[in-house]
Structure formats: C-alpha cells, structure tokens
C-alpha cells in the first residue's frame, strides 16, 4: 500500500484515475492512507478507493499449523503442514515457488548421508497437498537441507494455490531416542531466485489453539517427545503371616498423562 500521504501520485496507489484537482488529491491521499493502515492484514487491501481493480495481496497465509500424530520416544511419527492461503499466491507477482520450516534441528527422516529427499504420504485432510510439490522432476517430494536444517516444499511447475484452500502437507519421521521439548518451528515463503514472500514467520502448533485434552497437553506439537511407561511401579503386602488376611498394593505413576481409549502405555511390561 502506498506510504506517501503528500502525494496524489504515489507509484502503488491507482492515483491515474485521480483529476488534478484538489479535491482529488484530497481524495486520493485519504485512500492512501486508509490503505496503509491495514496493509499488514493478511487480507486483500485496495490501493486506492477509486479502483477496485488495484488489488494488493499479503505474501503469507491465514492458516499455518504445524502437528504431530505421536509424542512417543523412538516412534513413528506423522507431521503434518497445514495451510489456508490469503490470495491465488500462485498467480501473484512475484508467484509463490517455495515453502520451507525451520527448526527441526536433530530431525531423522531415515535418510543416508547422500540423500536429500523426502517422501510426501497423503492426508486425508482438507486438499492433500503431496502431489504438489517436486524434487527436480520427481512428484511427491520435498528436500532436506541438512546443512541449514531446513525442510522445503518446492512447487511443481504445474502446481497452483488457491485462495482459501486447506492444503495439508504430511511426512514421515522417526522420533529420537529421549525425551525432549517442542522447539521454536517457524515458515518462510519465496519466490523464484529466492526473492523473500514471507520471512520465518512463527508456525502455530496444536497447544495454542487446543481442542482436545492432548493438545492442550502440548502432546500434539511437533518435535515434545516422552518416554511412555511407568516411572513408579512398586507391589506391596500388608502381612507376612501365614493363614491370615492379606491386602496386596500395587502402585504406578505414569511418566505421562493417559487419556481415555488411548494405547500409548501397551507396550509397558508389568
């Protein structure tokens, strides 16, 4: 949106249409600065009140939550991307070419030292996003950069992003070997070149906006890892004599809360 409230001919702003006249320029400034104030929506802004056609879209998107289906250590573990774009991003200027996540550091995809690319696995969510995004020409892909630790979803050249499409993107991974806490993840958008859309802005994850007890547990959120088990199990008897009555105690403490229906602790052995 144009920056300029001197000026009736400011270079975003459809100031063309606008007279010379003064009550023109007042005119074209007062839209101009009503644009202005609300160019950080992540919503469509008009340039100028005299031209619906000069329409500005914010390089981001409405939605951007981060998941993970299992907080288990040592696990299988899908993480899945979801996105609502503000704008058809693919037909913007410059267009949207690639979406990366940071903050994955010690992340095992199960790859060699010389591999590169990961697989995508379908949803069932929303628009299943997979088929979208390639390795070079390889479909269903997106590319590990081990060296910034970056993971980055690449638009296939037929590709297109729709305004207001769920687009969920899913992959793989395996979870470490010990328990950890969720880390900072954060997404950037880029066009082709590396021209910056959208700079490292903050992922929303399941425990910001909980709808059940396991993501407000934070259980949800991807990378918060525990160990399933029991960190008390201790058995007890209230007497040692013989022929008398006998009262046995078994306690547990479960190293992580267990919700109703769930399976996580049915590999803990008695």
């Known amino acids: 949106s144009s920056s300029s409230s001197s000026s009736s001919s400011s270079s975003i702003s459809s100031s063309s249409s606008s007279s010379s006249s003064s009550s023109s320029s007042s005119s074209s400034r007062s839209s101009s600065s ?34 993970q289906s299992s907080p288990m250590i040592s696990a299988q573990n899908t993480l899945t991307l979801s996105l609502i774009a503000n704008g058809p991003m693919a037909n913007a200027v410059p267009a949207l070419n690639e979406i990366c996540i940071k903050g994955m550091q010690g992340l095992d995809l199960g790859l060699t030292e010389a591999e590169s690319t990961v697989g995508l696995v379908p949803t069932g969510t929303g628009s299943s996003a997979e088929g979208l995004f390639c390795v070079g020409e390889g479909k269903f892909k997106a590319f590990w950069n081990s060296t910034s630790e970056e993971l980055c979803f690449q638009l296939c050249p037929s590709s297109l992003i729709v305004q207001d499409g769920l687009y969920t993107i899913a992959l793989v991974i395996n979870n470490p070997s010990t328990p950890r806490s969720a880390p900072f993840v954060s997404i950037s958008a880029r066009a082709a070149g590396g021209i910056v859309l959208l700079h490292w802005y903050p992922l929303t994850v399941p425990s910001m906006i909980p709808t059940s007890t396991f993501q407000s547990s934070g259980f949800a959120d991807p990378f918060f890892t525990v160990a399933a088990g029991f960190s008390v199990l201790t058995m007890a008897q209230s007497s040692a004599l013989t022929s008398s009555m006998n009262t046995l105690s078994v306690t547990l403490e479960s190293s992580l809360d267990v919700f109703l229906s769930s399976k996580v602790l049915e590999s803990a052995s008695s």
């Open 34 to 67: 009503s644009s202005s104030s609300s160019s950080h929506s992540s919503s469509s802004s008009s340039s100028s009140s005299s031209s619906s056609s000069s329409t500005i879209w914010s390089p981001w998107f409405k939605t951007m939550i981060f998941a």
